[in-house]
C-alpha cells in the first residue's frame, strides 16, 4: 500500500523542450518585431536630433632633440646629447596658452549658423553676410544670437534679445548698427538670393574650451617620437583648420624658444664685448704715451718672455670670470619668480650637462603650472604640489651650480698663484721695461678675450639664423566629414538587439506574471492526480445559461470530439462497477464544473447509457436554465422530506438523460447533503441508472462537495485553462490525501492553445505508473486544419504558428 501511495504521488518525469521554447518565443513575433520597429524608430529620432562628432587626425614627428638648451649648447660647441621629450611636449601642444594662440590665427570673430526647428548648425568656414566691426570692446559686447532676415530691397531685419525679450528691428545695408555697446555694419551681399541666417560675436577665449575638449594626442608607436594629434568637434572643416592651426603654432612656439636663448646668449657676449671694447682702447692709448714718454721702442727678451706667460694666465682668467657670471645669472633666473629660465652661456663645455636637462624640467613644471592656475587656486593641492615639485628641481640646479661654481674658483686659485709668479719676475725688470709689459699685457689680454667673444658672438648669430623647430608636420589635418558619433550602424544594431531584448522581455516577464494555468504540461508538473482528458474551448459564444449542448449540437466540432475523449477514458474508471457514481467539482465558481457535467451526460446519453444529472450545488445552481425548467422543487426539498424521489426526477429531451435540479436554495444546504437521504437516494438512483453524475458547489469555496465526493466512484476535478490558478491544481491531491481517495482525476476545461503561456517541458510517461495512473488524451492541437472538423480552420501562410503545428 504504501508503494502504491508513493507512485501516486510521484509526479511524471517532464524533460526540457527546445522546440517548444521556440515555439513559444515566436507565438507573439508580432511583439518582437513591434519591439524592433519602435526602438529603430526611437534610433531615427535620436539620430536625426543628435548633433553629429566629426574627428580629424593629423601625425607630428618630433626630433631627436630634447628643448632649445640642447640645441644652444650644441651651437656653442657642446656635443651633449638629449633624450626624447615626448610627454613634455604633448603637454605644451594641449596647453591653454598655445591653443589660444592658434585660435588667434583663425578667422574666430564671427560664426555664422542655420536655424532648423531642432537645432542650429555651425556652417563655418562659410560666411554669408560681409560684416565690418566698427566699434568692438572685447570684455563687454553683446554675445547671443542675432538672427538675419533678408527683406526686399536695400533693408534687412535683425532679431536679438534684450531684457530677456526678443526683439526686431529693420536696417539698412553699409549703415552701422548699435546693439548696446557694439557696433557694426553689414555690407549689400553679392547674393540677391541670400537666405536667413544667425550669426554671434566671439572673442578667442571662447573657442579655447571647445578645442581642448575635443583635442587628444597619443604616441602612434609606444616609445617613438611620433605622435597622432586628434580634434573632434561638430564641425569637421574648424577641426582641420584648429588642427593645423595648432601644429603650425607649436612649431613657431618651439623655433622662438630656441631663439629667445640664442637670442639673450648674444646679449650676454654683446655686453662682455662692450666693457672690454673701453678697455682695449684705454690700454692701446696708455701703450702709445709711455712709447712717447720713455722713448722705448720695444722690450727684452726676459720682459716679452715674461709678458706671454702673464698673457696666458690673465686670459684664462678673464674667460673663467665670465663663467661665474653666466653661472651667478642662471642663478638669479633659478631663484627668481620668472616663467621660464634659460641657459646663456657655456665655454668649452665645462658645465655639467645635467643642468640643461634640469632647466628643461624647471620650465616644463613652471608651464604645468600655470595651466593648472587657470582651473585652480593658488591654495589648492594640485597647484601646492606643483610648487614642491618646482622646488625640488630648482635645489637640484642650485646644487649644481654651486658645485661648478667651487670647482672654477679652485682653478682661479691655482691661475692666482701662477699669476703672483709671473709678476716677481716682471717686478725684477728694468723701471720702463716694467711699465711698458704691464701695458702690453693688459692689452694683449683684453684683446685676446675681445677677439675669442668676438668669434662666439659669430658662432651664435649664425646657429641662431640656422635653428629650426624640434618637430616635423608628417600629415596635416584634412576635414573627414564622416561622422565618427554618433555611430549610426553601431546604434542600428543596437536598436536591433535592444527591439528584440524587448519583445523576448516581455514574452518572459508575461510569463513570469501569469498566475494561470494553460495547458496539460503545467497540470502535470504541479500534481500527480492524473488528468482524465482536456475539453478543448468552443469557437463560438456560448450563452451565460450553457442552454447549447454544444457535444450534441456540434458533434463533428473538435470542442464534441474532446469531450468524447473524456468520455471514454471514464469508462477505464472504476470499471468493476455496473452503476458509476461520478462528481465533478472545481476549486471556485466559473471554471465550468456545470458546463462540462452538462455536456458530458449528454455524449453519455447517445452511448445508451441511462444518464442522471443531479444538481447537487444547493447555494447557486443553474441547471434549470440549462434544461430550460422550473427551479421549485428540486433536490433540497427531497433532502427536506418535502417530496419524493420520483417528483423530482425530471425528463429531457434527449433520450436516456434524466436531471435533477437543485430546488429552492435552503438556509442550511451543507447539513442537508449530510443527510442519510442522500445515500438513499443515490442507492435507489444505481438501480435505475448506469451513470449518476453529481454536479456540487466549488470545493475550495464551501465545504458542500465533501460527503458527496467521499461516496462517490469517480471523483472529476475541474481546472479551467486561463482561469484557474497554479493553486488549484494541487487542491484534488490535496483532497484525495486527506480523505484517503483513489478515484480522483482532473479535466482541463476550456482549453484554446495559446503558445505563450504553454509550459516548455515535455511530460515523459515511463516506468510502472504508464497505463495505470495516465490515460490517452488528446488536446488536439494542430488537427484545425485536417478537414475532419466543422470548425476546421483554412492555414493562412501568415500564421506563424501553424507554421508549428504538426
Not at 51 to 60: D, I, N
Not at 133 to 157: A, C, H, M, V, W
Not at 250 to 268: G, V
Not at 428 to 455: I, T
Request: aromatic share 8%.
Amino acid at each position: 500500500m504504501e508503494e502504491i501511495n508513493k507512485a501516486q504521488n510521484k509526479l511524471p518525469n517532464q524533460e526540457l523542450d527546445y522546440f517548444k521554447i521556440g515555439k513559444i518565443l515566436l507565438s507573439r513575433w508580432y511583439w518582437i518585431v513591434g519591439s524592433v520597429i519602435l526602438a529603430t524608430l526611437i534610433a531615427n529620432v535620436y539620430l536625426w536630433y543628435t548633433p553629429k562628432v566629426y574627428a580629424t587626425s593629423a601625425t607630428m614627428k618630433f626630433e631627436e632633440k630634447t628643448s632649445e638648451i640642447s640645441d644652444l649648447m650644441s651651437a656653442m660647441g657642446s656635443s651633449q646629447k638629449a633624450t626624447s621629450k615626448i610627454q613634455s611636449e604633448t603637454y605644451v601642444i594641449q596647453s591653454g596658452s598655445l591653443v589660444l594662440s592658434a585660435i588667434k590665427d583663425l578667422d574666430y570673430h564671427i560664426s555664422f549658423f542655420l536655424g532648423g526647428r531642432v537645432r542650429t548648425t555651425d556652417i563655418y568656414p562659410e560666411k554669408p553676410l560681409n560684416i565690418q566691426l566698427l566699434k568692438f570692446d572685447t570684455l563687454n559686447f553683446y554675445r547671443d544670437l542675432i538672427r538675419y532676415q533678408p527683406n526686399e530691397g536695400n533693408t534687412f531685419s535683425l532679431t536679438y534679445k534684450t531684457a530677456g525679450k526678443d526683439v526686431t528691428k529693420v536696417y539698412s545695408y553699409n549703415t552701422p548698427i548699435n546693439i548696446e555697446n557694439m557696433a557694426f555694419s553689414i555690407k549689400y551681399p553679392k547674393d540677391v538670393k541670400n537666405v536667413a541666417c544667425l550669426f554671434k560675436f566671439n572673442i578667442a577665449d571662447d573657442f579655447v574650451g571647445r578645442v581642448l575638449g575635443g583635442l587628444h594626442t597619443n604616441e602612434v608607436i609606444k616609445n617613438s617620437n611620433i605622435i597622432s594629434l586628434q580634434e573632434t568637434d561638430s564641425n569637421p572643416q574648424f577641426a582641420a583648420d584648429v588642427l593645423n592651426a595648432i601644429m603650425k603654432e607649436y612649431l613657431e612656439y618651439d623655433r622662438n624658444q630656441k631663439t629667445q636663448s640664442a637670442t639673450q646668449m648674444i646679449k650676454f657676449i654683446q655686453n662682455q664685448l662692450d666693457t672690454i671694447s673701453v678697455e682695449v682702447r684705454g690700454s692701446e692709448n696708455l701703450i702709445e704715451k709711455n712709447k712717447q714718454n720713455s722713448r722705448i721702442i720695444d722690450i727684452g727678451t726676459a720682459a716679452s718672455e715674461a709678458l706671454g706667460k702673464s698673457k696666458d694666465l690673465e686670459t684664462q682668467q678673464s674667460l673663467l670670470k665670465i663663467q661665474l657670471q653666466a653661472i651667478d645669472q642662471l642663478k638669479n633666473q633659478i631663484t627668481s619668480e620668472k616663467d621660464n629660465v634659460s641657459l646663456n652661456f657655456s665655454m668649452q663645455g665645462t658645465l655639467d650637462p645635467l643642468l640643461s636637462q634640469l632647466v628643461t624640467s624647471i620650465n616644463t613644471l613652471i608651464l604645468r603650472k600655470n595651466d593648472l592656475l587657470k582651473s585652480y587656486i593658488s591654495s589648492s593641492q594640485p597647484v601646492l604640489d606643483a610648487n614642491q615639485q618646482i622646488l625640488q628641481v630648482k635645489n637640484a640646479a642650485l646644487d649644481n651650480l654651486n658645485a661648478q661654481r667651487a670647482r672654477i674658483e679652485k682653478v682661479m686659485d691655482y691661475l692666482n698663484g701662477q699669476v703672483q709668479q709671473v709678476d716677481q719676475q716682471i717686478n725684477a725688470l728694468p723701471e720702463n721695461e716694467r711699465v711698458m709689459v704691464g701695458l702690453k699685457r693688459d692689452f694683449d689680454v683684453n684683446d685676446k678675450v675681445y677677439s675669442f667673444l668676438s668669434e662666439k658672438k659669430l658662432e651664435a648669430q649664425i646657429s641662431r639664423s640656422a635653428i629650426l623647430p624640434g618637430a616635423s608636420i608628417i600629415e596635416p589635418a584634412e576635414p573627414n566629414f564622416a561622422p565618427v558619433s554618433p555611430d549610426d550602424n553601431s546604434i542600428h544594431h543596437t536598436a536591433l538587439i535592444l527591439g528584440i531584448s524587448i519583445g523576448l522581455g516581455l514574452i518572459i516577464l508575461i510569463r513570469i506574471l501569469n498566475p494561470y494555468i494553460y495547458d496539460k504540461e503545467t497540470v502535470e508538473s504541479l500534481t500527480s492526480v492524473p488528468i482524465l482528458g482536456v475539453i478543448r474551448k468552443f469557437p463560438e459564444d456560448i450563452d451565460e445559461d450553457n442552454s447549447q449542448i454544444l457535444a450534441i449540437s456540434k458533434p463533428r466540432s473538435i470542442f464534441a470530439e474532446s469531450v468524447r475523449s473524456v468520455r471514454t477514458n471514464l469508462s477505464f474508471l472504476a470499471s468493476e462497477k455496473s452503476s458509476k457514481v461520478i462528481c465533478i467539482t472545481s476549486e471556485v465558481a466559473g471554471e465550468g464544473k456545470s458546463f462540462v457535467a452538462v455536456n458530458l451526460v449528454s455524449t453519455l446519453s447517445l452511448i445508451d447509457k441511462k444518464v442522471i444529472l443531479i444538481a447537487a450545488d444547493l447555494r447557486r445552481s443553474r441547471m434549470h436554465h440549462t434544461f430550460n425548467v422550473p427551479n421549485d422543487k428540486g433536490l433540497s426539498n427531497y433532502l427536506a422530506h418535502q417530496t419524493s424521489l420520483d417528483d423530482i426526477i425530471l425528463h429531457s429531451k434527449q433520450d436516456n438523460l434524466d436531471f435533477i435540479v437543485s430546488g429552492p436554495v435552503p438556509p442550511n444546504p451543507s447539513e442537508l447533503l449530510h443527510n442519510p437521504r442522500m445515500s438513499v437516494m443515490i442507492e435507489e438512483l444505481r438501480s435505475r441508472y448506469d451513470i449518476i453524475m453529481i454536479d456540487t458547489a466549488p470545493i475550495g469555496l464551501v465545504s458542500d462537495a465533501i460527503p458527496l465526493i467521499r461516496m462517490s466512484d469517480i471523483n472529476i476535478f475541474v481546472i479551467r485553462s486561463g482561469k484557474s490558478k497554479f493553486y488549484a491544481a494541487t487542491v484534488p491531491q490535496r483532497i484525495a490525501q486527506e480523505y484517503h481517495l483513489d478515484n480522483t482525476a482532473i479535466v482541463l476545461n476550456a482549453f484554446a492553445e495559446d503558445l505563450l503561456h504553454s509550459r516548455y517541458y515535455t511530460t515523459k510517461f515511463t516506468g510502472e505508473n504508464y497505463g495505470t495512473r495516465y490515460y490517452y488524451y488528446s488536446d488536439y492541437s494542430g488537427y484545425e486544419s485536417s478537414g475532419y472538423y466543422v470548425d476546421s480552420k483554412e492555414k493562412k501562410w501568415w500564421n506563424i504558428k501553424s507554421w508549428f503545428k504538426s
